[in-house]
């Protein structure tokens, strides 16, 4: 294919020119990875968009089958964008797959493919511009959060929901007016939080986007545990967005762009281990040696990096409890947050923290391995199938009959919650380090925030 090209120049001087059928030469979807398909099925029943609709191509064989054919020189047609723009990128398939299939890979150099090469509408446009002028940037999240609480304050919201105004318009509008959670009091992290008792790690904490501005305790809860189990945690100043929801959409200078200042950010605060408590953040920053591998400057920091990422879960599972743990008498129910269990494979570090506090029953949900519809922004931009998996998820959460929902990634939260109501139910949520925190502290049920 080539020496690698910088994607930034290569945008720059319209470099589709060099294009054969579907894909440019810039990061092709490799013919390797797409031949470890042998279209056996197994990942049907685990496909989101497969099991409501039953369309082969919306399957991620169907799509592999759609990247074998533009390899073979068919042109990227509008058809073949609307499948590839319809998979949640949940990589639950990558769970279900025997063959070993490196789908994750494949999807994220189509969909850069897709946005070089294909002309979207002015109003697809509009709406993704909208979208990424506004998540990866924490301070302008965070700048809407007074109009945000006087908004809610006002009953404007509730007069809004019951009218269905919103809904008319468009179902955007609607989704993204719903997700939005009840705002807390945030409160403001030190740059370094020094442990309690022996120092056992020095760790660097990353802050987020969303979770930042609509979830600060869920922040203040993380910095707390892991404090009290020994822990310094550094937390750098100014961090920005990790590229997780631009390399999820195929926007790769974008991506770059973030990952790089990531990794500056952190090779900067001399630490062990980098901490994170969103699992879409957590997936997208162990991708970093993949994503920067052609930059020269980056290449090998990046690798330096990825190995020291860990999700919250992890690094506490890797240190083992020292901080007590009082009992919590409640019901949960524990989902598993896609970018954890699919694409990081954590699965039994959340279980075995929670399960290790007196009092707790955990729960499992039908259907664990289906995504809540989520998924990044893709409830922004598919709004419809990702309504339909979030009553659907929220659906199977009620039928546990737990208390209380826990899960580890905030869009999972504001769409489980949103479903529940429009189902005309309340689901309390917590994340799994507000649990955990609750119950280090000895706090009563009453004293600790399920809704979020």
Known sequence: ??????????????????????????????????????????????????????????????????????????????????????????????????????????????RAQVERRHERSRAEKLLREAIFSLFPYPKRLRALRGPLALYQRSGLARLLRRSGLLERLTPTLRVMESLTPMLTRREKLPPRVPAQGTRRAVVGMLTGCVQDAFFPEINAATARVLTAEGCDVVIPPGQGCCGALSQHMGRESEALGFARSIVDTFEAAGVDRVVVNAAGC????????????????????????????????????????????HPLDVRIAYHDACHLAHAQGIRSQPRELLRAIPGLELREITEAEICCGSAGVYNLINPEPATELGDRKARNVLDTGAQLLVTANPGCLMQIAASAERLGETVELAHTVTVLDASIRGLRPREWRYEL
């Open 282 to 325: 957590g997936s997208a920053m162990k991708e970093y040696a993949h994503l920067l591998r052609d930059d020269p400057d980056y290449a090998h920091r990046a690798t330096a990096l990825v190995e020291r990422v860990r999700d919250i879960s992890e690094v506490l599972t890797e240190l083992g409890p020292v901080a007590q743990r």
């Open 1 to 110: 294919m080539g020496e690698p090209i910088d994607v930034t120049r290569a945008l720059d001087s319209g470099y589709s020119d060099v294009a054969t059928g579907a894909f440019d030469e810039h990061h092709t979807p490799q013919r390797e990875l797409v031949d470890d398909c042998v279209h056996c099925g197994f990942c049907l029943p685990a496909c989101p968009t497969y099991v409501l609709w039953g369309e082969e191509m919306d399957s991620p064989r169907g799509r592999i089958h759609l990247m074998e054919s533009g390899l073979d020189g068919e042109p990227l047609s509008e058809s073949m964008v609307g499948h590839f723009d319809a998979c949640l990128g949940c990589m639950a398939c990558v769970t279900a797959c025997p063959s070993g299939v490196q789908y994750g890979t494949l999807l994220s150099d189509t």
